[in-house]
């Protein structure tokens, strides 16, 4: 599985960006996917996840009411779209894919199987 994110950049507070995430492969519906971030010097946090068929999607209290995740199976393609963006949101962003068998979304990196190569955001006050 090979994961390619792209559509970062630098925003003014306040701003949005839609992040994409690519997948290679015919079985992406069976993926549960997450989004993650890393700002310097700091631990690698979870952003939200969701479920293989798009129907559950969760969030860490941080971006809640902010972030959306989406997903389309048919382009084989995971969607954040960030909104009200905050400086402290500033960080790479990463996709992942968990391919175990529970469709479950996990906040822990380390449940997580394949990553993409992440995009940064930079949110300017």
């Known amino acids: 599985v090979q994961l390619q994110a792209s559509g970062g950049g630098l925003v003014q507070a306040g701003g949005s960006l839609r992040l994409s995430c690519a997948a290679s492969?015919?079985?992406?519906?069976?993926?549960?996917m997450g989004w993650f971030r890393q700002a310097p010097g700091k631990e690698r946090e979870f952003v939200g996840g969701?479920?293989?068929?798009?129907?559950?999607?969760s969030y860490a209290d941080s971006v809640k009411g902010r972030f959306t995740i989406s997903r389309d199976n048919a382009k084989n393609t995971v969607y954040l779209q960030m909104n009200s963006l905050k400086p402290e949101d500033t960080a790479v962003y990463y996709c992942?894919?968990?391919?175990?068998?529970?469709?479950?979304?996990?906040?822990?990196?380390?449940?997580?199987?394949?990553w993409g190569q992440g995009t940064q955001v930079t949110v300017s006050s």
């Open positions: 992942a894919a968990d391919v175990t068998v529970w469709d479950k979304i996990e906040a822990v990196p380390d449940n997580y199987n394949y």
């Open positions: 492969g015919r079985t992406f519906s069976s993926y549960v």
């Open positions: 969701i479920t293989r068929s798009g129907g559950l999607a």
